[in-house]
């Protein structure tokens, strides 16, 4: 269980790092699950995990300003930062949850924060790609 000083927070039983993003170094495709994780439980190899599983937080862990209903069991998304891009991983088997309080006026936030800085925000829903762009409401 990966547990981040600055926040005090821990993944728990959350293994949805496991299950949404691509992971070519294992193989795996978006929004299945690693042949290595068992839901809820964890990493069957966890002691030797890549390096790039080691090295992965998500923005929840690390960012002590993420609200708490950002955690990625309850909100059903993984926020990650890569360069410029915020990048957003919703559930597939939630795909309106970014679009319910209070993750949308969050996102509009985080897509303005990140537009003066020059970064812009990317959330992906299954096959779905969506630029969040300030003061854009959600598609129906």
Not at 5 to 31: F, M, N, Q, V, Y
Not at 122 to 133: A, M, N, R, S
């Amino acid at each position: 269980m990966e547990t981040v000083g600055k926040t005090a927070r821990s993944c728990g039983t959350c293994t949805l790092c496991c299950r949404l993003p691509e992971i070519a170094a294992l193989d795996k495709p978006p929004d299945a699950w690693c042949r290595h994780c068992s839901e809820g439980q964890g990493c069957a190899i966890y002691i030797d995990r890549p390096q790039l599983c080691r090295d992965f937080l998500c923005l929840w862990m690390t960012d002590p300003g993420v609200p708490e209903a950002w955690q990625p069991l309850t909100s059903k998304m993984l926020v990650y930062e890569q360069g410029p891009q915020l990048t957003v991983l919703v559930d597939p088997d939630h795909p309106d949850a970014w679009k319910q309080a209070p993750f949308l006026s969050d996102l509009d936030s985080w897509a303005r924060a990140a537009q003066a800085r020059g970064h812009y925000v990317i959330l992906f829903c299954g096959d779905d790609v969506t630029k969040i762009e300030p003061g854009v409401t959600a598609p129906a």
